[in-house]
């Protein structure tokens, strides 16, 4: 599934393509994704300018000058696709600009979304409400995460993946946060103290902004809009390396927590 760094990389894409165009035309090709699209997309998008590009936790925003933003989700192999050549099957949603540039909305599995929610009132939109800091963004310090997680038995791999305390973090990247902050993923969140939890907030900034900085990681059908592979998954030190050595000299392990495989090394990861 696209994490953070998968969707702020889709947005950097989509920028210089949508930023201050009109859309010319608008359309869907099937009437739902996850759920179904709007039934007034077409009617409130096209005509209207793109003000502004964003993210807020994993969902990309495209603004209009209508007051309206397009909030989208990739699901699990959503990607857009910049000025193709031809149209794919699950090209389910086609974007057209004033000065002739082409965007289509490729999801195959179709877990993901797009809805319309008023720009002025982006925080009531329901995967909004009640989210934890921007990870990237000044909300998130060791201070707030000490009290997020005060008196908490839960290990600190769970908290940080509760999208309440931290939003848009995902599996891979806690991984390889805490990897990076040599502290262990089953350390009881609330034990934690404020100075290792310092170093928790510096590891976060700096695996997710390696990969952006990357093109997020590919694993199975992500890409980037212009189609290019993103190669962060080459810099894994943790996440899928199950019993190769760590650089420590210890060996990588894996357990099952939550629905979900942690990758971690019990040598230098306390």
Partial sequence: MPELPEVETTVRGLRPVLEGQRLASVETRRGDLRRPFPADLRQRMTGATVTALGRRAKYGLIDTDRGDTMVFHLGMSGRWRVDPVELLPHDHLLIETDNGRRLALNDARRFGSVDLWPTADLESYPAFKGIGPEPLGNGLTAAHLHGAL?????????????????????????????????????????????????????????????????????????ARPDGELGYFSKQFAVYGREGQPCACGGLVQRYSEGGRSTFWCPKCQR
């Fill in 150 to 222: 005060a008196g908490r038995k839960a290990s600190i791999k769970l908290m940080l993946l509760d999208q309440r305390i931290v939003a848009g973090l995902g599996n891979i990247y806690v991984c390889e946060a805490l990897f990076l902050a040599r502290i262990s993923p089953k350390t009881a969140g609330g034990r934690i103290s404020l100075l290792r939890l310092e170093r928790v907030v510096a590891a976060i900034r700096t695996v997710l902004l390696a990969a952006i900085e990357a093109g997020g990681s590919s694993l199975r059908d992500y």
